[in-house]
């Protein structure tokens, strides 16, 4: 009998997709970047921020993937941008398809930037392209500074880590996190990776990262 290879169908189905977003991002001349993290990093915060700082700047919309809720969402509009919610009702990931449909609902043409929050989890975000010009993973620093030895893979694969919630070093040391550690065995498995540490709350070292995020606009 005849095997078939269903892990593969299912990939390609949504290299497809990824290939048409990433062709309809080129044809507005828009960069799009896919925020990975486990659950309660700070992606949401650290997009309210950057957005209200680069108000003026960069006019950036956001395509949010949730199990459900729009609590996300309605965060980003709460801060003047343009948000579409996906809720995958389960799914561990966001797909190409899902973000195609969202894509279609976003003035493209008023934007700068596309940034997708993709949902929270380190691992099956990783192994689906969504046509993003870049993936961006968000480590905070109460998870531990042993997560790129332990996620490997979406560490390898992203332009850029930030490094959040580095308010929570300071001051009498609430959180053992080794900053060293972190960004040594994530360059081991990305030698380009950009590491920007930051605190969404506070503010601190956010600077680099808008500058780096504004620079994917002139390229
Ligand atoms: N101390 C501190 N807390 C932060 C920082 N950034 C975010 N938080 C807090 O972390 C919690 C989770 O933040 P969210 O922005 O909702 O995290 P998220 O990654 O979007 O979460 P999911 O969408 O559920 O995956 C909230 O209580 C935030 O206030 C930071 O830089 N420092
Ligand atoms: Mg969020």
Known sequence: MEKVDIGKKVLSANEAYALKNSQLLAQHGTPCFNLISSPGSGKTTLLVRTITDLTGTLRIGVIEGDIQTDIDAQRIRAAKAPAVQINTEGGCHLSAAQVSRALKELPL????????????????????????????????????????????????????????????LQGGAQVDFDLQRAKVDARRLNKSIEIFPVSAKTGEGMQDWYAWLTGQIRR
């Open 109 to 168: 043409d008023r934007l700068d930037m596309v940034l997708i929050e993709n949902v929270g989890n380190l691992v099956c975000p990783a192994a689906f392209e969504l046509g993003e010009h870049g993936k961006i993973v968000v480590l905070s620093v109460p998870e531990g500074d042993d997560k790129p030895a332990k996620y490997p893979g979406i560490f390898a694969k992203s332009r850029v880590l930030l490094i959040n919630k580095i308010d929570l």
